[in-house]
């Protein structure tokens, strides 16, 4: 918009008149002495133009102050008093557009303001009431779901393997678990402050997708976060676990996962696993080693295998040959007609031995995921947890913690490993082991004065706790400190 000061300065001249034009402006020359009466007089423009107007004019004033000017076919005359009013009329316009400017600029700071604590209301209040999804969560059941399984292949015929991964794939998420700084789980999963994990999409409701992994792929997280179908993280919460069946639900919001370009997913088929024979071909899916989905086959090695892992006793698991890596756990491991029959949980990782992973059968782990997303009491917050992951100290086990302790200038013939015990290979964050004091490669020597040989030692020894009771650890610390430690047992937690 123009400013008025820059205006050419004809236009500032108050006896100007703005709408004149040199082709169609006229002066009307002094006109022959009229007769006593007015009559209609006709206007013509210079040359051989059409008349322009023809209008009844006042009698004629000699008055040379008040020129009167014609354009186009309308009389108009002009005043100072009207020139002074157009130039009031401007310049209250310029006014309001100045305030309005200002009004912007002072105001955009607080209306962001206002903006953004309107965001933080509807995030931190609005958005959960909108979101809860609890009477959906609550109806759900395994009986429920209808997801799509492989109809077309034939008993005892080579699996079509190309088609059942094509089929399950799209349901199996990969896991991240932020870790806090110094924890990492050695048994399982692979990284290091970030370690990776594998999950199954089991439900959506309105709202969320539900998600079934093993206990241990989250627990002690500061964070975790999923990749559905190659997208990029999004971010997950803990719906609950059961650190004793290794199993857990979480969730994403499905607003989440739109912004990362999710807009729908597969839900996976869970068959029934107490129809596996020994021989029969199997595929496990997961996230290997941290590098995104993997798919390996094998057969169903044994099944009702009994196995001790960290401080949790796994019953009648599966076993196959199929490769199970670090990063697999919680992903499945399915049938020939693409149900999944297993959750990857474990391998065994001695040199020894190759070929030997294990798998919590869907029939054991549905009725837990189903009690987990109704929220029932699964007993998990009964049982007492004191928070640490451990293994069997072994040669090389005890190989390598002499040559550790020498290198930090311990004295070999000071260093104190015993023969049998627990090596704590794990300590989750704010639990009774990390209040007591508990250090990552202690050596659990004894608890309550039984000496431990075994892992399930000392699993059956907190199954016969409560939650409040005090147990009593002989500790073996960096070879050369000998502890006794007592620790009040706290309840299980549902959240990372």
Do not use: C, W
């Given at each position: 918009?123009?400013d008025?000061?820059?205006?050419?300065?004809?236009?500032n001249?108050?006896?100007?008149?703005?709408?004149?034009?040199?082709?169609?402006?006229?002066?009307?020359?002094?006109?022959?002495?009229?007769?006593?009466?007015?009559?209609?007089?006709?206007y013509?423009?210079?040359?051989?133009?059409?008349?322009?107007?023809?209008?009844?004019?006042?009698?004629?004033?000699?008055?040379?102050?008040?020129?009167?000017?014609?354009?186009?076919?309308?009389?108009y005359?002009?005043?100072?008093?009207?020139?002074?009013k157009?130039?009031?009329?401007?310049?209250?316009?310029?006014?309001?557009?100045?305030?309005?400017?200002?009004?912007?600029?002072?105001?955009?700071?607080?209306?962001?303001?206002?903006?953004?604590?309107?965001?933080?209301?509807?995030?931190?209040?609005?958005?959960?009431?909108?979101?809860?999804?609890?009477?959906?969560?609550?109806?759900?059941?395994?009986?429920?779901?209808?997801?799509?399984?492989?109809?077309?292949?034939?008993?005892?015929?080579?699996?079509?393997?190309?088609?059942?991964?094509?089929?399950?794939?799209?349901?199996?998420?990969?896991?991240?678990?932020?870790?806090?700084?110094?924890?990492?789980?050695?048994?399982?999963?692979?990284?290091?402050?970030?370690?990776?994990?594998?999950?199954?999409?089991?439900?959506?409701?309105s709202?969320?997708?539900?998600?079934?992994?093993?206990?241990?792929?989250?627990?002690?997280a500061?964070?975790?976060?999923?990749?559905?179908?190659?997208?990029?993280?999004?971010?997950?919460?803990?719906?609950?676990?059961?650190?004793?069946?290794?199993?857990?639900?979480?969730?994403?919001?499905?607003?989440?996962?739109?912004?990362?370009?999710?807009?729908?997913?597969?839900?996976?088929?869970?068959?029934?696993?107490?129809l596996?024979?020994?021989?029969?071909?199997?595929?496990?899916?997961?996230?290997?080693m941290?590098?995104?989905?993997?798919?390996?086959?094998?057969?169903?090695s044994?099944?009702?295998?009994?196995?001790?892992?960290?401080?949790?006793?796994l019953?009648?698991?599966?076993?196959?040959?199929?490769?199970?890596n670090?990063?697999?756990?919680?992903?499945?491991?399915?049938?020939?007609?693409?149900?999944?029959?297993g959750?990857?949980?474990?391998?065994?990782?001695?040199?020894?031995?190759?070929?030997?992973?294990?798998?919590?059968?869907?029939?054991?782990a549905?009725?837990?995921?189903?009690?987990?997303?109704?929220?029932?009491?699964?007993?998990?917050?009964?049982?007492?947890?004191?928070?640490?992951?451990?293994?069997?100290?072994?040669?090389?086990?005890?190989?390598?913690?002499?040559?550790?302790?020498?290198?930090?200038?311990?004295?070999?013939?000071?260093i104190?490993?015993?023969?049998?015990?627990?090596?704590?290979?794990?300590?989750?964050?704010?639990?009774?082991?990390?209040?007591?004091?508990?250090?990552?490669?202690?050596?659990?020597?004894?608890?309550?004065g039984?000496?431990?040989?075994?892992?399930?030692?000392?699993?059956?020894?907190?199954?016969?706790?409560?939650?409040?009771?005090?147990?009593?650890?002989?500790?073996?610390?960096?070879?050369?400190?000998?502890?006794?430690?007592?620790?009040?047992?706290g309840?299980?937690?549902?959240?990372?």
């Open positions: 918009m123009d008025y000061e820059n205006r050419p300065d004809e236009m001249d108050i006896d100007s008149n703005p709408y004149e034009t040199p082709e169609e402006t006229y002066i009307q020359p002094a006109p022959p002495a009229l007769p006593p009466q007015s009559a209609p007089i006709s013509r423009k210079p040359g051989p133009t059409q008349p322009v107007a023809t209008q009844a004019m006042p009698p004629y004033s000699s008055s040379a102050s008040s020129p009167t000017y014609y354009h186009d076919v309308s009389l005359e002009e005043t100072q008093e009207d020139t002074e157009r130039r009031k009329e401007n310049r209250s316009f310029y006014r309001f557009v100045a305030t309005v400017l200002i009004l912007a600029m002072v105001g955009a700071p607080f209306l962001g303001f206002g903006f953004g604590l309107g965001v933080r209301l509807f995030d931190g209040y609005f958005l959960p009431i909108l979101l809860d999804d609890t009477i959906e969560r609550e109806n759900f059941s395994f009986d429920n779901i209808s997801a799509p399984i492989i109809t077309s292949q034939a008993p005892g015929v080579r699996p079509n393997y190309v088609e059942l991964v094509q089929l399950v794939e799209p349901s199996v998420v990969l896991i991240s678990a932020d870790m806090p700084s110094g924890v990492r789980n050695n048994f399982f999963n692979f990284g290091g402050p970030t370690l990776a994990g594998s999950g199954i999409i089991m439900y959506e409701t709202t969320r997708y539900y998600i079934a992994t093993n206990a241990h792929v989250i627990a002690g500061d964070q975790v976060t999923v990749s559905i179908a190659g997208s990029p993280k999004i971010p997950a919460m803990p719906v609950g676990r059961d650190d004793d069946a290794d199993l857990a639900v979480i969730a994403v919001n499905r607003g989440d996962a739109i912004q990362q370009g999710v807009h729908s997913v597969r839900l996976a088929n869970f068959g029934d696993s107490s596996m024979q020994v021989g029969e071909p199997v595929v496990a899916i997961g996230n290997s941290g590098e995104g989905n993997t798919v390996t086959n094998g057969i169903i044994a099944i009702d295998r009994e196995i001790f892992v960290q401080d949790r006793h019953p009648e698991v599966l076993q196959t040959n199929a490769a199970i670090q990063g697999n756990s919680g992903g499945p491991l399915v049938n020939i007609y693409g149900q999944v029959i959750i990857n949980t474990a391998k065994f990782s001695e040199r020894l031995a190759e070929g030997m992973g294990y798998a919590i059968p869907s029939n054991i549905m009725p837990i995921l189903e009690g987990i997303m109704h929220q029932h009491d699964t007993a998990t917050e009964q049982r007492p947890m004191i928070g640490i992951g451990f293994g069997e100290l072994n040669e090389r086990i005890i190989s390598s913690l002499t040559e550790t302790y020498i290198i930090m200038g311990a004295d070999e013939a000071d104190i490993i015993p023969d049998q015990g627990l090596l704590i290979t794990r300590i989750f964050p704010n639990s009774p082991a990390y209040h007591a004091g508990l250090a990552h490669h202690d050596i659990i020597v004894a608890v309550n039984i000496i431990m040989t075994a892992e399930h030692q000392i699993i059956d020894i907190f199954s016969a706790l409560r939650v409040g009771d005090t147990v009593t650890l002989h500790i073996i610390r960096e070879g050369v400190e000998y502890l006794i430690i007592e620790i009040e047992l309840p299980h937690i549902s959240s990372f």
